[in-house]
């Protein structure tokens, strides 16, 4: 019975998500009463748990060096004239990017590529870059200033799905985290799901897929050691094509980046299957080829000691209309396959 007036609210809802944006979206189209039916049938096992994917956010916690400060003031406590009441309120800084801050989802229209190739010196060039669905810089954002007039974080709907786990860290790296530079690969993904209960199953047409590597045992707040947004393990390219052809509408990580970042010399080999030009194989697969998003900074490591390798998962980015990405509280719900 549940089961059925989930799927039942889900259905009568779907019209309250208003403007129409299905042009401007990549797998989310996939999202609708099949993966919703999938949802609600893990809402219904025995012993569930509800799983927060995201951490705290505060003025301590580990920072983007891309997106600023992020400073919250909290304000005294106000008096409501003329009554008994009294209400409290808190501000940001200025000029924080609270999108790409903490526990958050990309727009597809964060990522752009381009033909030409940019050195850092100089201004870049921005006359031949293209976004998803081959949309234009002119397209997107017409002026430096413009929020996206196109691919922005209003377009992406509520994300309602099955979430599939893959704990490479067990299954693929003998419990050890990855390290900086490595790459999640394809034989890692296809490994890790024979090994766990997800080996008939395996990965359908609009799930989500958190991969745990183990890097967020450097996430620490207050943020001491500043390990965290130094470096990263990543999805290879080839993986990035794998997941791709799985048609998942979403790829999350326990990292900061989803792509890979080190030293050169820490690099594993599989940047070698990177395009020329790409540094960043999976926000630019992801984001400017296939409409995959990517979300970051996930608190997966619960999830992951439970053995909840599938689970009803629920994301919902804040409206922001022009924004390129958002902050997130998603959760997880399902039971332990172990």
């Given at each position: 019975m549940v089961k059925i007036i989930f799927i039942l609210f889900l259905s009568s809802s779907s019209f309250l998500f208003a403007s129409d944006f299905s042009s401007e979206r990549g797998m989310t189209n996939l999202l609708g009463s099949e993966t919703w039916a999938r949802c609600a049938t893990e809402m219904s096992q025995n012993n569930v748990k509800v799983y927060e994917l995201s951490y705290e956010r505060t003025?301590?916690?580990?920072?983007?060096?891309?997106?600023?400060?992020y400073k919250p003031k909290f304000l005294?406590?106000?008096?409501?004239?003329?009554?008994?009441?009294?209400?409290?309120?808190?501000?940001?800084?200025e000029n924080?990017?609270?999108?790409?801050?903490?526990?958050?989802?990309?727009?597809?229209?964060?990522?752009?590529?381009?033909?030409?190739?940019?050195?850092?010196?100089?201004?870049?060039?921005?006359?031949g870059v293209r976004y998803f669905k081959g949309l234009t810089a002119k397209e997107v954002k017409p002026f430096p200033e413009s929020p996206l007039q196109k691919l922005g974080i209003e377009t992406v709907p509520p994300i309602i799905t099955t979430a599939v786990l893959l704990d490479v860290r067990k299954h693929s790296f003998g419990g050890r985290s990855m390290k900086a530079g490595e790459y999640v690969t394809v034989k890692h993904i296809e490994e890790t799901l024979k090994k766990s209960s997800l080996n008939k199953r395996g990965i359908l047409p609009g799930d989500v897929v958190l991969i745990y590597t183990g890097w967020s045992d450097q996430y620490e707040d207050p943020d001491e050691n500043k390990i965290y947004y130094s470096k990263a393990?990543?999805?290879?390219?080839?993986?990035?094509?794998?997941?791709?052809?799985k048609k998942v509408v979403g790829v999350g990580v326990d990292n900061w980046g989803v792509d890979a970042f080190g030293?050169?010399?820490?690099?594993?080999?599989?940047?070698?299957?990177?395009?020329?030009?790409?540094?960043?194989?999976?926000?630019?697969?992801?984001?400017?080829?296939?409409?995959?998003?990517?979300?970051?900074?996930?608190?997966?490591?619960?999830l992951a000691k439970d053995s909840v390798d599938l689970s009803c998962v629920m994301i919902l980015p804040l409206k922001t209309k022009g924004s390129a990405a958002s902050p997130i509280r998603p959760v997880a719900i399902g039971s332990s396959r172990s």
């Open positions: 003025s301590t916690m580990p920072l983007s060096p891309f997106a600023g400060e005294p406590e106000l008096g409501f004239e003329n009554s008994n009441h009294i209400y409290t309120m808190d501000v940001l800084n924080v990017n609270d999108g790409n801050q903490g526990t958050q989802i990309d727009a597809l229209g964060h990522f752009g590529h381009s033909d030409k190739f940019w050195d850092g010196k100089g201004e870049v060039d921005l006359s393990p990543g999805i290879s390219f080839n993986a990035a094509k794998f997941l791709a052809a030293d050169p010399s820490e690099m594993g080999k599989e940047v070698s299957q990177n395009p020329d030009g790409v540094v960043l194989p999976a926000h630019y697969y992801f984001l400017t080829q296939v409409g995959i998003h990517t979300i970051e900074n996930l608190k997966l490591d619960l």
